[in-house]
């Protein structure tokens, strides 16, 4: 089945240490995106990417890199300059802007 | 700062009956709009979507409407049942054709 997959369900990060997440999809979609949710909130954007080797800012991007070396595939990196990584992170995908975006199941984030 | 809200955070409904969820938008450049359905520790499902050179939109058991005079969006679900309890999303997107803008979403608990 086509669709994207986020590992691991569940990651916890010591104090100072990156963490990288995992976001691969099967969809053929051009546009990839992350996104963070906090409890009882929207999602925010925190990078997004139209095409490989290349991708831009979104509205919360202080603390955090991509990178988009292939079609299938935009990991996420929570670095240490992240004050507040405890989150629900999403990944998701779509075939350009404008269209709909399908999501993963999301990565829980927790600091140990 | 512009953004895109929900009017209720929750909303409780009698099986069988009809549901509508409000959303109401301020940035009159949005021309693009979707609606995600969210279950517990899941990511987004998208439910449905329309442009504003539109009105009116139905798919299955949903019906999205659009009053860009008032700039508000409402998502009806005809019949609802059980497995539509979530919490429901909409999202626009203001003038970046790639970034999507989220509301803090509406809780729908239906009563058996």
């Known amino acids: 089945d086509g669709g994207i997959t986020q590992s691991p369900k569940y990651l916890f990060r010591k104090e100072g240490q990156n963490v990288t997440l995992s976001c691969e999809q099967n969809l053929n979609h051009d546009a990839m995106y992350w996104y963070r949710q906090d409890p009882g909130q929207g999602l925010r954007l925190i990078y997004y990417s139209q095409i490989v080797n290349d991708f831009q800012k979104g509205d919360i991007a202080e603390g955090y890199s991509v990178s988009r070396e292939k079609k299938e595939s935009f990991p996420l990196t929570v670095t240490s300059a992240q004050k507040n990584p405890t989150a629900f992170y999403l990944c998701a995908s779509s075939m350009s802007g404008r269209q709909p975006q399908h999501f993963g199941d999301g990565t829980r984030l927790s600091i140990l | ?112």
């Not at chain 2, 512009?2 to 959303?23: A, F, K, R, W, Y």
């Not at chain 2, 940035?27 to 329309?50: M, V």
């Not at chain 2, 803008?101 to 058996?112: W, Y």
């Open chain 2, 1 to 112: 700062g512009e953004s895109v809200g929900l009017h209720l955070p929750t909303l409780s409904v009698q099986e069988g009956d009809n549901s509508i969820i409000n959303c109401a938008y301020s940035n009159s450049a949005s021309d693009y709009f979707i609606w995600y359905k969210q279950e517990s520790g899941k990511g987004p499902q998208f439910i449905i979507d329309i442009r504003s050179n539109m009105d009116k939109r139905q798919g299955q058991r949903v019906t999205v409407l659009l009053n860009k005079t008032v700039k508000h969006l409402s998502l009806q679900i005809a019949a609802t049942q059980p497995g539509d309890s979530a919490v429901y999303f909409c999202a626009e997107t203001p003038g970046n054709d790639y970034k999507l803008s989220f509301g803090a979403g509406t809780t729908v608990t239906v009563r058996a």
